[in-house]
């Protein structure tokens, strides 16, 4: 018996340093994306590819039967479209540049971020206003990405925006969408502009 409870805490103790699991082919974009957020460096968050997400190409959110645990406990999931379609073409998200999906992944990590603050009845009220809300979406898209600019992506957040908006040749339904519900590059900048005016101010002091 002693030796089974024995294997049991070293099970236990590799579960708790494996924090963060993604897929060999992203791991330097998601290792990136990460040094940008290090309160998330002890969060349980697992990078997975799946073949379609409706109406996204990226999607995080904690696992259901994580929800109700302590948050420091809790697990999250970010779901990533293996392929992507713009115009008549199929695209791995792998194969996009390397700025992009670290932009792309470090707005999902905001989400993150967000969802860290909630508690479990706020997240399932988050859910359900994500899901029938325009102006819920909205607000939770915008806040996800003033997180990721206010912890130092700015770069390739405006790098994702870029791609989607002026490069990569989405549908004008696509692209509508994210002007809609995303920052635009004038609101990353302004945001940047106050961080880096309400760094100076906290220097000075």
Request: hydrophobic letters at 40%; charged letters at 30%.
């Amino acid at each position: 018996m002693n030796r089974l409870i024995f294997i049991l805490i070293l099970i236990n103790q590799f579960i708790l340093k494996a924090q963060h699991v993604f897929p060999q082919s992203i791991e330097k974009e998601a290792v990136k994306a990460l040094s940008y957020f290090p309160k998330l460096e002890k969060t349980n968050i697992t990078f997975k590819f799946k073949s379609k997400i409706r109406k996204s190409t990226m999607q995080a959110q904690p696992t259901f039967g994580s929800i109700f645990r302590p948050r420091k406990n809790r697990r999250y999931v970010i779901l990533m479209s293996e392929r992507f379609k713009i115009a008549d073409t199929i695209y791995r998200t792998v194969d996009i540049p390397t700025d992009v999906l670290i932009g792309w992944l470090g707005h999902e990590l905001g989400h993150v971020m967000d969802y860290e603050q909630r508690t479990a009845l706020n997240l399932i009220g988050f859910g359900l206003g994500y899901s029938f809300s325009e102006r819920y979406m909205k607000k939770a898209e915008r806040t996800a990405d003033t997180y990721a600019v206010n912890h130092g992506m700015e770069k390739y957040i405006l790098a994702t925006k870029n791609f989607i908006l002026n490069e990569a040749g989405f549908s004008e339904k696509y692209k509508n969408r994210i002007k809609r519900y995303y920052l635009s590059p004038d609101e990353i900048m302004l945001l940047v502009e106050e961080r880096d005016t309400k760094d100076k101010v906290l220097k000075i002091k």
